[in-house]
């Protein structure tokens, strides 16, 4: 072994033999990674965006998720392969050493089942494209924006900024809300004694020319309109608004439905109800 050895030839003769080994398996593998880094994105993109001239944004985001993934796997393979060919070179039982961790490792996995689960989910993830980098999701009671997806975990940052990372194993429930198409969705409350066939004319007008408007026009697929009667109580009568949007864009469409239908509401003398107030009078000191 090279660290027994004593005399200054002894140490000239090991590297020019297996020190000049480990440098060649250390190339190999370098170039090997390297070719895999800038291979694999063109695959990925090749096999995903096949037969499409221009991908979407959703796309995108599956071979970005994709690619991320198998670079990250890759890194760790080359690491172990040029730690178990390096030991082989200094001398190093591989066969005993293997045998060991095989034993170990057993050990350890029985300690360690969360991992494993982990692992095993995060391929499930991945495989069956569950959610990518960039999608709007709520997993494990947390909802944001997925910024990172592992193995092992998923990186997932909420409205208010904090990024939570959450083990795989945790996540038994996905809930996708930027996947295939969105819905806009609003409950609109007008008072008693009101034309409801006015409201919804109003309501529909509205959704017509927002969906028209060139700056919403490509996210709204559907045009909002009052799909019903939600509910009528003693604080008036609810109708429900339907429209669909591209995914992503549910919130910013319903914002600005929002803001005209009140602006519409006001120029066309629609009463909506206020929540009743109680006014005590007390006697002064």
Request: hydrophobic share 50%; aromatic share 6%.
């Amino acid at each position: 072994m090279p660290f027994l050895i004593a005399g200054w030839d002894e140490v000239v003769d090991w590297v020019l033999t297996h020190g000049l080994r480990i440098l060649l398996i250390a190339s190999v593998l370098t170039i090997a990674y390297l070719a895999f880094r800038l291979a694999f994105p063109r695959l990925v993109r090749g096999v995903i965006f096949r037969d499409i001239e221009k991908p979407d944004e959703e796309l995108k985001r599956r071979a970005h998720t994709l690619t991320a993934a198998g670079i990250r796997i890759a890194l760790l393979v080359t690491i172990l392969l040029a730690l178990i060919t390096t030991l082989a070179e200094t001398g190093i039982n591989i066969a005993a050493l293997l045998t060991g961790l095989g034993i170990t490792g057993l050990a350890i996995a029985l300690g360690a089942q969360a991992l494993v689960r982990d692992g095993i989910n995060g391929i499930f993830i991945l495989a069956e494209d569950q959610y990518r980098v960039g999608d709007t999701v709520k997993v494990s009671e947390v909802q944001g924006i997925v910024e990172d997806i592992s193995l092992r975990r998923t990186l997932v940052r909420d409205m208010d900024g904090v990024l939570h990372s959450i083990p795989n194993s945790a996540i038994t429930i996905v809930a996708n809300y930027t996947r295939g198409y969105a819905r806009v969705s609003l409950d609109l409350r007008v008072a008693y004694g009101e034309d409801l066939a006015r409201v919804t004319a109003i309501v529909e007008e509205v959704g017509r020319e927002l969906a028209a408007d060139p700056a919403y026009k490509e996210w709204i697929t559907e045009a909002p309109k009052v799909s019903r009667i939600e509910d009528v109580n003693e604080a008036g009568v609810t109708l429900k608004v339907l429209g669909t949007t591209r995914p992503g864009r549910q919130w910013d469409v319903a914002s600005e439905l929002r803001r005209r239908i009140m602006s519409a509401f006001l120029a066309q003398g629609v009463r909506v109800p206020f929540p009743p107030h109680v006014m005590v009078a007390g006697s002064g000191p």
